[in-house]
């Protein structure tokens, strides 16, 4: 308890310091109003900073007013937060400088650190150890600061600060992007949206996203929590605070930048292609409890319409709007994105009709001229509200809402605040007071559909952090003699016997082997077949001319491993061929890749999806964090669009998904095989059987690091 209560109060100490400092020295700090580092001063004041700023530059008595100071280590009074404005090979001292006068914390405008290489990332080293040897914390650096407008602190050089006047809020911004610090609070700031605290993270030498969260869990003014990521440099502190953050009731709302597949060509497996980049740390925003967010728009309009809310069971709404224009635009973008729109059930019709207010079963409930009322208009909100059929409402209003706010708006406000069910609006036209309203009475408002729709969409696959994995896997002797070794051609056979999936009937023979001995180990085997290259330089077979299917007899076998052999060293000259893999054809429902892969921020991740020689093509999958309970992996296989037909998709047979799912779960428990230094691994295709049938591993691959 004292440790917990020792590690609050620094916390607090360190928040204080950050985002409510009463001293502020500005390291580099120009009285020309031409420069950049004249900024952070003038916009301090500006915005009603009132406690003491100390500018440091040794050629300056004064600047704006306030004495100036040759460096930071003789400014005679306490300082609580340094922003350090010079170039990078001056930054150093300037750091060892504030250590040594006591600084709590420094911010890091400039550049020239670890994004710019090896040499960078020494500097970087170099300052966050002179910060430490006296507990000082660092923030960036190659950031552009902090706001907190609550507090009247505009620690920053972004320019979007010249806007004459902060709106105070309660949501709060980590940005690992500086420049889109401002652009987020313009934009929130143009539609009524305001803003607690605001971070631009930069480098995160020190301080990061998993503490500066914490830090915002906190603090009594911040509801929600929006992040601007590029990517997650420390797991295991994002995932504490993101779990933290859930159990607060404070929703974490992140925008991920790059998600495009530049960069999956390096990937060595099918899965790497198809899940690499961005894909794991999307699974792992999820099942930390972060709600994702398609657009920027989405981003800042979204967080009213979370805040105080748990993850919705269903995903069902319900749309009624004055204009049908409008309405079908976001029924057409919902349906786009999965979401089923709900129309009013006879129940709702019939009640309505007691009022004279008559509406059609048609999945958009759109009023026309005649909703523009706040009779008709509230009374068809209070009927879909009441109704079990929905999950959530959304209202579209046309041009009304420009300038009679009367006749719609104010009608959803008012039933808004008494209703539990979340309630989303999408304006039409440009209509300022409107938005204001809305915003002012905490609902979320949308300027576009795609963005109200996409808000929808994040909403309800919202889900709560996972916890718990299966237990640790025993150390069988064969596992640990796979965790010893590496190359072997019949690791995967171990590891898939060890896992309890079924494989298909095979032989391995040697490259060049004698007709004899190919007569004698095909023996018992069942026709047709299919034939493999062994090598460990080819991990896709088929672009080599490494794999023959259907192979009828043992004539058309003899010819096929000739002509294989001849093609495989035609088109890979380079690569070592050991030999062949001849197995016994075998068919089911359908064909499943299984992916395991290490991602380098990540950690160990497990792919579903389509497969067989299209996967890639298709790219039809879903990502999780492993290990995965058997449950949890029964669940991805439910979001795979195309294994529908197994799940028995307009009576066809249903397939053996409890097998499938036990193949998932176990094959994703390779992140619990210590020392295996497996990187990598694979079944694909892995066949799907009938009901009861279960599944068998036709062709496996693993990669190791």
């Known amino acids: 308890m004292d440790k917990e209560i020792k590690a609050a109060n620094v916390g607090a100490e360190l928040a204080k310091a950050l985002f409510a400092p009463e001293s502020i020295a500005l390291i580099g700090a120009s009285g020309d109003v031409n420069k950049h580092t004249s900024l952070p001063q003038r916009y301090l004041r500006k915005h009603g900073y009132t406690g003491k700023i100390f500018p440091v530059n040794p050629t300056h008595r004064e600047i704006f007013g306030e004495t100036s100071y040759p460096s930071a280590d003789l400014i005679p009074h306490r300082v609580d937060h340094a922003f350090i404005m010079l170039p990078a090979k001056l930054v150093p001292e300037a750091v060892s400088q504030c250590a040594a006068n006591g600084v709590r914390c420094a911010t890091i405008l400039s550049a020239g650190f670890a994004e710019t290489g090896d040499a960078g990332r020494l500097r970087q080293q170099d300052i966050f150890e002179r910060a430490q040897s006296t507990g000082m914390r660092i923030l960036g650096p190659n950031c552009l600061g902090v706001i907190n407008t609550n507090q009247s602190v505009a620690i920053s050089a972004n320019e979007a600060l010249e806007t004459p006047k902060l709106l105070t809020g309660h949501i709060s911004l980590l940005s690992q992007s500086g420049s889109l610090l401002g ?13 607690a605290k605001m971070v631009s993270v930069g480098n995160e030498a020190d301080l990061g996203i998993g503490e500066l969260g914490d830090l915002l869990v ?12 590029e990517t997650i440099r420390d797991p295991q502190a994002f995932s504490a605070m993101a779990r933290r953050a859930y159990a607060a009731n404070k929703p974490i709302i992140a925008f991920l ?9 390096l990937a060595a497996s099918h899965t790497g292609a198809i899940a690499g980049n961005n894909a794991a740390i999307e699974a792992f925003l999820r099942e930390n409890g972060v709600i994702r967010v398609d657009m920027l728009e989405t981003l800042i309009e979204m967080a009213p319409l979370v805040i105080g809310r748990k993850p919705a069971a269903r995903g069902r709404v319900t749309v009624m709007g004055t204009t049908g224009g409008g309405g079908a635009l976001l029924v057409d973008n919902l349906g786009l994105r999965g979401i089923a729109v709900t129309g009013p059930s006879p129940a709702v019709m019939e009640s309505l009709a007691v009022d004279n207010i008559h509406i059609s079963d048609s999945p958009l409930i759109d009023l026309t001229l005649a909703g523009t009322n706040p009779r008709v208009f509230g009374g068809v909100m209070d009927a879909v509200m009441a109704s079990p059929d929905n999950d959530a409402v959304i209202t579209v209003v046309g041009s009304s809402s420009q300038f009679r706010p009367d006749r719609a708006v104010l009608p959803i406000i008012e039933r ?5 069910k979340p309630v989303a609006v999408f304006l039409t036209p440009h209509a300022e007071e409107s938005s204001r309203l809305l915003t002012d009475a905490s609902i979320a408002v949308f300027r576009t559909p795609e963005a109200c729709a996409d808000a929808m969409r994040a909403y309800f696959n919202w889900q709560a952090p996972v916890h718990g994995v299966p237990p640790a896997l025993a150390a069988s002797k064969a596992l640990t003699a796979i965790a010893q070794r590496a190359g072997i051609a019949n690791e995967t056979t171990i590891l898939l016997d060890e896992f309890g999936i079924a494989q298909a009937r095979s032989v391995e023979i040697m490259i060049d082997v004698s007709q004899a001995d190919l007569d004698r180990l095909l023996a018992g085997l069942q026709f047709p077949v299919a034939v493999k290259i062994v090598s460990p330089d080819i991990a896709h077979k088929t672009e080599a001319g490494g794999v023959l299917l259907n192979v009828a007899d043992l004539d058309a076998l003899r010819a096929g491993l000739r002509q294989m052999r001849d093609t495989v060293k035609q088109r890979r000259p380079d690569a070592r061929l050991q030999g062949f893999v001849i197995q016994e054809m075998r068919r089911g429902l359908a064909e499943v890749l299984v992916g395991y892969r290490v991602d380098p921020r990540i950690g160990p991740t497990i792919t579903v999806g389509v497969g067989g020689v299209l996967a890639e093509i298709y790219r039809d999958v879903v990502v999780a964090l492993a290990p995965i309970s058997v449950d949890g992996a029964r669940a991805m296989i439910e979001q795979v669009r195309g294994l529908a037909p197994l799940r028995g998709y307009r009576n066809l047979p249903e397939g053996d998904l409890p097998a ?4 998932v779960s176990a094959w994703s428990r390779l992140a619990q095989l210590a020392g295996s230094r497996i990187t990598e691994a694979e079944l694909n295709p892995l066949i799907v059987g009938r009901k009861d049938q279960g599944v068998i591993a036709v062709d496996a691959l693993i990669v190791r690091g």
């Open 218 to 229: 906190d603090d009594p003014d911040t509801h929600a929590i929006l992040l601007f990521l």
């Open 416 to 420: 808004a605040k008494a209703t539990a």
């Open 257 to 265: 930048l790059g998600r495009s597949a530049i960069g999956n060509q």
């Open 660 to 663: 499938l799912a036990k193949a």
């Open 183 to 195: 652009s987020l609070l313009s934009r929130g700031q143009s539609r009524g949206l305001s803003f």
